[in-house]
């Protein structure tokens, strides 16, 4: 963790190395082997709930930094709660 400068007396922010909104799960298909040359499946922010199918590993990273860019950082208060975009797809 690193700890950010104080613009006042307050004690300092302590931000995660591993923040939790920046969170991911990865499920590959069933075809996806080291042999068999494929490299598919679904990729799920764990704070939106927002998920993707991708079909190479190029993708995959696209994905990652697409949801990344979209969702902006959480401000202290929020650490710990779920961000607030909506996903119908989650139900």
Avoid: Y
Avoid at 1 to 6: F, T
Avoid at 11 to 31: G, R
């Amino acid at each position: 963790m690193k700890a950010k400068k104080p613009d006042s007396q307050e004690p300092p922010i302590v931000e995660p190395a591993l923040p939790s909104w920046k969170a991911f799960v990865i499920q590959l298909s069933h075809d996806t082997t080291p042999d068999s040359g494929i490299f598919a499946g679904r990729i799920e922010h764990l704070s939106s709930g927002r998920r993707q199918r991708f079909a190479s590993g190029k993708e995959l990273l696209a994905m990652v930094m697409r949801l990344l860019s979209d969702l902006d950082a959480p401000s202290t208060a929020q650490c710990g709660q779920r961000l607030s975009k909506p996903n119908p797809e989650r139900r």
